[in-house]
């Protein structure tokens, strides 16, 4: 699959394995070598008496990308939200397992959701910026924690929209509705108003199936730049974008009762080169799904 | 031989809709058009600031039927949008699917569809004679509030529940705590559909007449506390109608509340309008 030319004059930006392991090679903080900044250990999720995820055991190493992959309704998404506890908000979920942030649990004894959440950021998968003005939207998050001293709100405004690449584009309409921003502006605004509040970590639920492939670039682009800092775990369908971004991969699948699996986890390259898994290989040739 | 074509029948279906949306504004015009030839020409100065002389020919004017009605759309509305608005928040984002909930939204639509006289009934023996309230604004504005309770609620749950629940979970996923949201994100967002009940409820506050009658009396003098008896227009129209023989004077009254009518709903229309063209940055 060829992705058309890009502003940059990035052409073939995804071709065959010897492309992905001349990516590969340029990362600088690829693998094991960081800490695990979140861990599931036989975590189950249950929507009533579905189950939607079955004892996924994985760790996520900090300050990396971590892409979650696999055919629809495999409980990508789902196992994405325990670490925010998003699921809480469907009623009759229930969570069995371990889920943790660095080594706390978050599902045992007294977590307060608000300040997990904070610390947690999650980006959509289509770009739901609030009905306010592009300020408004990055300054809602500190606003609500507590900041109300104007400059330094704008301050915060300001270094989160440059963070999220998007501050040359907005800085002349920052009281202008933030609805009225195209939609690769108002995902990347999203990513703003989450560093904003200044989160360890940040889940991506899809970030890009909403967007042209030119404003998928820009989101990949400021993702490599974000690891540096962040830990981002990302959902994706889309291979390729799997293979440009992710340092790490993990491949969900579903079982016969609907339940979601984890089939194989490991460094991007081994999975998309050399997967041990069957159903890892046909799904990652296209094979189904 | 002839037969409906699509094109045909695209053209008689147009016709029809076209035809019916006609006929609908033509009866709403010619009511208004109606009232406002025949009582404007009755409207003076004189006539809206001069208090009602009472009289076989409804002597005087209707100055104190005006100041009545906003009196008694300003403590309605005071009393009855904390109460509807906190239920509508209640129902749209904290209530379940439950016996109470259940029982709850059953009783606001049995409620929303009892006539008028039946809560003029229990506002009379509520509010009138057990309270000791007596025929006063108090007592109707009391009284509306149980009357368009129903309203507000329905229509503000309805705005609230309509607010996407993306904007929820963003907010959500920021550490917002749940009244942060509403409070920050889901009541501006329903603000327009909000503004629209309140809207509704202040035409009926205008238009009620049956229950009123039973609980503001209907005296002509200018209200001056909220235990004062009143008429409002409505009621001022319907006395002068049956009572009088000044038939000009009834239908300018109804001229005169059609206009406030219009510049209410007008005026609210184009601040809501304005308000939401800022949030989608129009």
């Known amino acids: 699959m060829q992705y058309p030319i890009g502003p940059s004059g990035i052409t073939s930006y995804g071709g065959g394995t010897a492309q992905f392991l001349h990516n590969f090679r340029n990362r600088t903080h690829v693998n094991g070598f960081n800490g695990v900044k979140l861990r599931t250990e036989k975590a189950s999720l249950f929507y009533g008496s579905f189950q939607a995820l079955r004892e996924i055991t994985l760790d996520i190493p900090e300050r990396s990308i971590t892409a979650i992959i696999g055919p629809s309704g495999c409980g990508k998404s789902s196992y994405l939200r325990l670490f925010n506890r998003m699921n809480d908000l469907i009623g009759g979920a229930r969570v069995e397992g371990r889920v943790e942030l660095d080594g706390v ?11 997990l959440r904070k610390r947690v950021g999650m980006v959509f998968q289509k770009p739901n ?10 300054a809602f998050g500190p606003r609500r924690h507590g900041k109300r001293n104007r400059s330094e709100l704008d301050d915060i405004v300001e270094k989160s929209l440059r963070q999220a690449a998007l501050w040359d584009e907005v800085n002349d309409k920052l009281n202008q509705s933030a609805l009225a921003l195209s939609g690769g502006q108002q995902q990347r605004l999203c990513i703003a108003r989450v560093l904003a509040v200044e989160p360890e970590v940040i889940l991506m639920d899809e970030p890009c199936s909403a967007l042209d492939p030119v404003a998928t670039l820009r989101i990949e682009d400021l993702m490599r730049d974000l690891a540096r800092n962040y830990t981002i775990v990302i959902v994706t369908h889309n291979m390729q974008q799997a293979a440009r971004v992710s340092d790490m991969a993990a491949f969900f699948m579903m079982e016969e009762d609907r339940s979601g699996v984890l089939v194989e986890h490991g460094p991007t390259s081994q999975i998309f080169t050399n997967p041990k898994d069957k159903r890892t290989e046909d799904y990652i040739t296209g094979r189904f799904g | 031989m002839f037969s409906f074509t699509p094109k045909l029948t695209q053209r008689v279906a147009m016709t029809l809709i076209w035809g019916a949306g006609a006929v609908a504004v033509l009866i709403l015009l010619a009511v208004i058009g109606f009232v406002l030839v025949q009582g404007l020409p009755s409207v003076t100065w004189s ?6 002389k009472g009289g076989l020919n409804a002597e005087g004017g209707i100055s104190t039927a005006i100041v009545s009605t906003f009196y008694l759309i300003v403590v309605t509305l005071v009393v009855l949008i904390p109460p509807g608005l906190g239920a509508a928040i209640y129902l749209a ?67 609230i529940k309509s607010v996407p629940q993306s904007h929820r979970e963003a907010a959500l996923a920021l550490g917002a705590t749940k009244w942060q949201t509403i409070r920050h994100v889901l009541l501006p967002a329903a603000l327009p559909g909000i503004v629209t009940g309140v809207i509704l409820c202040v035409g009926r506050v205008v238009e009620e007449t049956a229950c009123l009658y039973v609980t503001m009396g209907g005296s002509a003098a200018m209200p001056t506390s909220l235990l004062s008896p009143g008429r409002t227009l409505s009621l001022h129209l319907y006395y002068v109608a049956t009572e009088t023989i000044a038939f000009d004077k009834a239908m300018a009254t109804g001229a005169v509340l059609i206009i406030i009518i219009l510049v209410i709903n007008t005026t609210t229309n184009l601040l809501s309008q304005r308000f939401q063209a800022k949030m989608r940055g129009a």
């Open chain 1, 129 to 138: 910026p609030f009905p306010m003005s592009v300020s408004h939207n990055v």
């Open chain 2, 93 to 159: 984002e904290y209530a379940g699917d439950n016996w109470f909930t259940r029982i709850t939204r059953y009783g606001v639509e049995t409620l929303a569809g009892v006539p008028s006289i039946v809560f003029g009934l229990f506002g009379f023996a509520l509010f009138v004679t057990a309270l000791l309230f007596n025929y006063s604004i108090l007592s109707g504005a009391l009284t509306l509030v149980c009357l368009l309770l129903p309203t507000l609620i329905r229509t503000s749950e309805e705005a």
């Open chain 1, 105 to 115: 649990s978050l599902y045992e004894g007294s977590v307060d959701v608000v300040e």
């Open chain 2, 47 to 52: 006539f809206l600031t001069t208090a009602p």
